[in-house]
């Protein structure tokens, strides 16, 4: 069964620096998505994308982030600059039509030190 | 607004009992969803719902949806052990396609 992988597990990182999370969504799936989760808390939406282009961002997705799909498979999200509140699990996900339901990877734990 | 958010419970039940939680939300929705979270794990999709929908199943889940009072409840019959998880209800409205999560209930099924 297809399915979304997300790479690496888990990410450690020093305040400050750059990271990249990369994503592999189900491959005839058209909308993409990150989500994250910061530890005991709700999940929060970050962006959606379809299209080749950003459809919807939530006020959490500021400038310090960017997303972008190299090629035909992967999706990334990138924290530019990143701060200590940033760590948190963070999911991708996808699906066909945009509003029924997503598919989620397993997702990548972002600690930031 | 918040959408898509449960009464804040912690679920602890014996093998074999119903396991039932509650979900409320704030605006008109196109469809709603329950999503489930084992630790630390990924969100796996459970079942949707429609805005136009009142009462959906699918093997042991039955969803309901009153969009009048803007609610929706989850029911796990003859729970198992394997449920042992955190539930998620989430909203999508008209016009997007983000998911609005609600805060989750943990659901703790004593063998």
């Known amino acids: 069964e297809p399915e979304v992988t997300q790479t690496p597990s888990h990410q450690v990182t020093q305040m400050g620096q750059e990271v990249i999370l990369r994503c592999v969504p189900i491959?005839?799936?058209?909308?993409f998505y990150w989500y994250r989760q910061i530890l005991g808390q709700k999940v929060e939406f970050l962006v959606s994308f379809y299209n080749n282009e950003i459809s919807e961002k939530s006020e959490i997705f500021d400038d310090q982030f960017s997303v972008e799909r190299p090629d035909g498979s992967n999706f990334t999200l990138k924290i530019r600059s990143t701060k200590l509140e940033d760590s948190a699990m963070y999911f991708c996900?996808?699906?066909?039509?945009?509003?029924?339901?997503?598919?989620f990877g397993p997702g990548t734990r972002l600690t930031v030190l | 607004s918040q959408q898509g958010e449960e009464d804040p419970q912690a679920l602890s039940i014996q093998e074999g009992e119903n396991a039932t939680m509650n979900c409320s939300y704030k605006t008109s929705i196109n469809n709603l969803q329950w999503y489930r979270q084992n630790s630390g794990r990924g969100l796996v999709h459970l079942i949707l719902?429609?805005?136009?929908?009142r009462e959906k199943h699918s093997g042991r889940l039955r969803v309901t949806l009153d969009t009048s009072k803007k609610s929706s409840s989850l029911l796990i019959t003859a729970s198992r052990a394997a449920d042992t998880a955190s539930y998620f209800c989430a909203t999508v409205r008209y016009g997007n396609n983000r998911l609005a999560f609600g805060k989750g209930n943990q659901v703790v099924v004593i063998p």
């Open positions: 719902i429609r805005s136009n929908e």
């Open positions: 491959s005839n799936h058209l909308y």
């Open positions: 996900a996808s699906n066909q039509d945009g509003f029924n339901e997503q598919f």
